[in-house]
Nanobody
């Protein structure tokens, strides 16, 4: 069992930056692939970024590539999402998720555990 708690969301102006954190419980954090997803009002949940167990491999949605960076610190049981050059289109609730055996890291259905989400609002 893994519990995930996101933090770091808030209100920021367009062009600004935020860093989201997701703290995981348990001693097996390094065994999980981690992902970030987001859900804007009236829209479905969409993939943002994913990272492998060691952090050596990452994947990004085209819409955030070059602006967002996912990273993890296994010693701190934490995964991060650094978000730069934010636009109003990035406004959403951001969720982190953990998967023990996912094949497609962009797929929502492949993740076993989810956090409660943190709101990111980007004003124009």
């Amino acid at each position: 069992q893994v519990q995930l708690v996101e933090s770091g969301g808030g209100l920021v102006q367009a062009g600004g930056s935020l860093r989201l954190s997701c703290a995981a419980s348990g001693r097996t954090f390094s065994m999980y692939r981690m992902g970030w997803f987001r859900q804007a009002p009236g829209k479905g949940r969409e993939f943002v970024a994913a990272i492998s167990r060691t952090g050596a491999n990452t994947k990004y949605a085209d819409s955030v590539k070059g602006r967002f960076t996912i990273s993890r610190d296994n010693a701190k049981n934490t995964v991060y999402l650094q978000m730069n050059s934010l636009t109003p289109e990035d406004t959403a609730v951001y969720y982190c998720a953990a998967s023990y055996s996912i094949v497609d890291s962009t797929s929502i259905t492949g993740y076993d555990y989810w956090g409660q989400g943190t709101q990111v609002t980007v004003s124009s």
